[in-house]
C-alpha cells in the first residue's frame, strides 16, 4: 500500500474545518513563502530540527554520537554542517533534552488512518472530522488518494488544505473525494505573488476556479502581511476575483505572527524566511467590513 511522508499529526485541532479535528501535515511544497508558518513543510526529505533552548550546557552526547562529526558545541550554541549530515536520526535519539528532532517520517496509510480514528468520538460529537494539510498534500497525490479512500469508507468529514500550485489533473483526481477545501490566497498580484513565493499564481486562481465550477464548497484563507496584501488595492482586486464564484463559504483573515521565523532558526533556514508584521487591529477590522459589506462571511483567525 501507498506510504507518504509527514511531518507531523495534530490532534483535537480546532482552527482546519469545522469542529474538532484532527491535522495530517504532508510534507514538501512547491511554494517557497517568505512568511511561511510551517517551514518544515516545505522540503520533502526529512530535516534535523534544533532546539538549543532545551540544550544542556554540560552534555555532549550528540557531538560525540554523530557518525559524520556534523555537529559541533559551543557551550550550549549547536551547529550543524548540513553537507556533512545524513540525517541518521542518531544525534537525537541520544539526546535526552529533546534538544534535537528529525522532523519528517514515512508512514503507511494504515499508521494515518489508526490515528485519525482514535478521534472519531469527537468528530461525531462536534461535526468535526480530518484535514490535511501541509506543506501541500497534492504533491503526494497517490498518498493522499488512498487517504481519502479510507476515510470515505470510515464516513469521516474530509477537509483539504491547500495553497492551490499543483496540477489540474491531481486536483480534478481528488476534488470529489474531500468535503471541504481550504484554499490559500497569498497575494493578487502576480509580481509580487513572484517575489514574495517563488512562483506566479496563474496556476493557483486557474485551480480556484476549477473548485469553483465543480460546486465544491470552499474557504479561502488569505495571511495577511503589512505593507505586502493588506492595501485597498489588494482588497479591492481580491474582492473583483472571488465575487463571481459561487462556493466560497467563508473568508478566513489570518495575521501574521512569527512562529513560522522561529522555526526556520531551528531548522537553520532563518536566511530563506524574513519577519514581516502583522496589520494593526484596526486595519484588519477595516479589511473585515471591506469583505463583509461586499457579501463575504468572514472570520479573523484560521
Request: net charge negative; proline share 3%.
Amino acid at each position: 500500500m501507498s506510504k507518504g511522508i509527514i511531518f507531523d499529526i495534530k490532534h483535537y485541532a480546532i482552527h482546519d474545518g469545522p469542529g474538532i479535528r484532527t491535522t495530517v501535515f504532508l510534507k514538501g511544497c512547491g511554494l517557497q513563502c517568505q512568511w511561511c508558518q510551517n517551514p518544515e513543510g516545505q522540503e520533502f526529505e526529512p530535516e534535523l530540527m534544533i532546539r538549543e533552548y532545551r540544550c544542556a550546557k554540560e552534555c555532549n552526547a550528540c557531538v560525540s554520537t554523530c557518525p559524520q562529526n556534523a555537529i559541533s558545541k559551543n557551550g550550549n550554541l549547536l551547529e550543524l554542517d548540513k553537507e556533512k549530515c545524513d540525517l541518521c536520526g542518531k544525534c537525537a535519539e541520544v539526546c535526552v533534552y529533546e534538544a534535537l528532532e528529525i522532523v519528517g517520517r514515512k508512514v503507511s496509510v494504515k499508521e494515518v488512518v489508526d490515528e485519525v480514528e482514535k478521534d472519531k468520538v469527537f468528530f461525531e460529537e462536534s461535526g468535526g472530522g480530518v484535514t490535511f494539510s501541509g506543506g501541500e498534500p497534492l504533491l503526494q497525490s497517490d498518498f493522499l488518494d488512498a487517504l481519502l479512500d479510507e476515510m470515505k469508507k470510515r464516513q469521516i468529514h474530509v477537509a483539504l488544505d491547500t495553497c492551490g500550485y499543483v496540477s489540474k489533473e491531481d486536483l480534478e483526481e481528488i476534488i470529489d473525494k474531500v468535503d471541504l477545501i481550504l484554499y490559500d490566497l497569498k497575494i493578487m498580484d502576480e509580481e509580487k505573488h513572484k517575489r514574495y513565493t517563488g512562483v506566479s499564481n496563474r496556476t493557483i486562481l486557474e485551480n480556484l476556479q476549477i473548485i469553483s465550477e465543480k460546486e465544491k464548497e470552499a474557504n479561502v484563507r488569505i495571511p495577511l502581511l503589512s505593507g505586502i496584501n493588506d492595501d485597498n488595492r489588494s482588497i479591492q482586486t481580491l474582492i473583483e476575483y472571488l465575487r463571481p464564484l459561487k462556493n466560497i463559504r467563508q473568508i478566513s483573515l489570518l495575521p501574521y505572527h512569527r512562529g513560522g521565523y522561529e522555526k526556520s532558526r531551528r531548522l537553520r533556514k532563518e536566511k530563506i524566511l524574513k519577519i514581516f508584521h502583522p496589520p494593526s487591529v484596526e486595519r484588519i477590522q477595516k479589511i473585515k467590513k471591506i469583505l463583509e459589506d461586499s457579501g463575504f462571511t468572514v472570520k479573523t483567525g484560521g
